[in-house]
């Protein structure tokens, strides 16, 4: 008995503050001058909503896209590597038969030298070969991090302009100035960091 006598004033102004918005909701004639704004912003942060989707699922693709690129320059490095490898080891099977056997004819002597140096100077070529796909696979690495990066941001702005929208949505239901506002600053926030991240990316570059 205590308990109910305890929460009945609580009870109270919660029936009170319920009975208060559905006043305000069937007064058509009291609705402050602010309503009128909610469906413009609704409207403005429900299209800010979609392309920001669109662009999130577009990084993604993108940075996808990115480590694909990352993996096939990595393949190609190790291809060159290996026959970086497999030119030193005929190179080395050349001058470990020049160096034993000292007496060879004179034209096969010249042939296996001739060889040897063949297979000696198509190293650096190779060499230079891998480390460009090596460059390349880091250069892809680190767009697909950046994109990832801008990927991120894109989602939390999208995040606060759906929170922006629900409670533009409460605000006009409950027709509550302070929750106009905080959808206000919210979806303003929202666009701030999508415009952030949108420059960020630009001067970035591709």
Excluded: C
Aim: proline share 3%; aromatic share 6%; no cysteine.
């Amino acid at each position: 008995m205590a308990d109910d006598a305890a929460n009945l004033p609580k009870r109270s102004r919660i029936k009170a503050a319920v009975a208060k918005i559905k006043e305000r909701q069937n007064d058509t004639s009291a609705a402050p001058p602010w309503v009128d704004y909610v469906a413009m912003l609704t409207g403005i942060l429900a299209g800010a909503a979609g392309f920001l989707t669109v662009r999130s699922t577009t990084l993604t693709n993108n940075a996808i896209f990115e480590a694909n690129q990352a993996i096939l320059e990595q393949a190609q490095s190790s291809d060159a590597w290996a026959e970086y490898q497999a030119e030193s080891i005929k190179a080395r099977i050349i001058e470990t038969q020049l160096a034993a056997n000292s007496g060879l004819d004179p034209q096969a002597k010249a042939s296996l030298e001739a060889a040897d140096k063949d297979f000696r100077d198509a190293q650096p070529k190779i060499a230079k070969e891998a480390q460009s796909h090596e460059s390349e696979r880091n250069n892809h690495l680190e767009s697909g991090k950046d994109l990832l990066a801008t990927r991120d941001l894109i989602s939390y702005a999208d995040l606060a302009v759906q929170l922006g929208i629900a409670l533009a949505s409460v605000a006009a239901m409950v027709r509550v100035r302070r929750a106009f506002d905080a959808a206000l600053l919210v979806g303003a926030t929202g666009i701030g960091i999508a415009a952030y991240a949108l420059i960020r990316q630009y001067i970035a570059g591709p």
